[in-house]
C-alpha cells in the first residue's frame, strides 16, 4: 500500500505484515462482510485507557505536550491521530503492538503502576476492536511533584520598592 508520501513501507507485527500509515486494518472478514479498524482508533482507546489509571498524570515526554497544548490552540489543529500524545501504535491485520511515554505522580509505585496501564490498555483494545494486543512498552519520562503547580504556589504580596 502507498503512504500520504507515495512511500510505499511495510511492517511486521508477529508475522503479520501491515503497511504503515494505512488507513485501516482488516479486523474481521467474514462471508457477509470485513471489518476494518483504523489505527487512530487503537490510539485512541489507548490513549483513554491509560489515563483512567489513577497515578498517570500525563501522556507523552515534555515536548509531544508543548507541541500538543499549542496545537489544541489552533483551529482544527486538535484532531487526528497524531494528535495522541504518548501514544504510539503499530496495527497489523489481526495484532497490535503499542508504545506508551507516560508522566507519573510522585508518590506512586511505577512498577505497579506500569502492571495496571498495561494490563487496562490491553483488556481495552481487544474488547473494543478484537485485535490481539502482542505488547504494550512503556517508557516513564518524568515524575509529577504536586508542590511545583503553578495554581498551588504562595504568591508573595507586591511590595513597593521605593517609596
Given at each position: 500500500m502507498t503512504t500520504p508520501a507515495g512511500t510505499t513501507t511495510t511492517s511486521t507485527v508477529a508475522?503479520?505484515?501491515?503497511?504503515?500509515g494505512s488507513p485501516a486494518r482488516l479486523a474481521d472478514d467474514t462471508a457477509q462482510g470485513?471489518?476494518?479498524?483504523?489505527?487512530?482508533?487503537?490510539?485512541?482507546?489507548?490513549g483513554i485507557a491509560a489515563r483512567e489509571i489513577s497515578g498517570v498524570y500525563a501522556m507523552g515526554g515534555g515536548v509531544s505536550r508543548a507541541f500538543g497544548a499549542i496545537r489544541e490552540r489552533i483551529p482544527g489543529g486538535g484532531t487526528g491521530a497524531a494528535n495522541i500524545a504518548g501514544v504510539q501504535v503499530e496495527v497489523g491485520e489481526k495484532q497490535s503492538a503499542i508504545d506508551l511515554?507516560?508522566?507519573v505522580?510522585?508518590?506512586?509505585?511505577?512498577?505497579?503502576?506500569a502492571r495496571a496501564v498495561r494490563r487496562?490498555?490491553?483488556t481495552a483494545v481487544e474488547a473494543m476492536t478484537g485485535l490481539e494486543v502482542i505488547e504494550v512498552n512503556i517508557a516513564v519520562n518524568d515524575i509529577h511533584l504536586p508542590e511545583l503547580d503553578d495554581s498551588e504556589l504562595p504568591v508573595a504580596p507586591a511590595t513597593a520598592r521605593v517609596e
Amino acid at each position: 500500500m502507498t503512504t500520504p508520501a507515495g512511500t510505499t513501507t511495510t511492517s511486521t507485527v508477529a508475522g503479520t505484515t501491515g503497511t504503515v500509515g494505512s488507513p485501516a486494518r482488516l479486523a474481521d472478514d467474514t462471508a457477509q462482510g470485513k471489518t476494518t479498524i483504523s489505527a487512530s482508533v487503537v490510539q485512541k482507546i489507548a490513549g483513554i485507557a491509560a489515563r483512567e489509571i489513577s497515578g498517570v498524570y500525563a501522556m507523552g515526554g515534555g515536548v509531544s505536550r508543548a507541541f500538543g497544548a499549542i496545537r489544541e490552540r489552533i483551529p482544527g489543529g486538535g484532531t487526528g491521530a497524531a494528535n495522541i500524545a504518548g501514544v504510539q501504535v503499530e496495527v497489523g491485520e489481526k495484532q497490535s503492538a503499542i508504545d506508551l511515554d507516560l508522566v507519573v505522580e510522585y508518590g506512586a509505585s511505577i512498577v505497579d503502576l506500569a502492571r495496571a496501564v498495561r494490563r487496562n490498555v490491553i483488556t481495552a483494545v481487544e474488547a473494543m476492536t478484537g485485535l490481539e494486543v502482542i505488547e504494550v512498552n512503556i517508557a516513564v519520562n518524568d515524575i509529577h511533584l504536586p508542590e511545583l503547580d503553578d495554581s498551588e504556589l504562595p504568591v508573595a504580596p507586591a511590595t513597593a520598592r521605593v517609596e
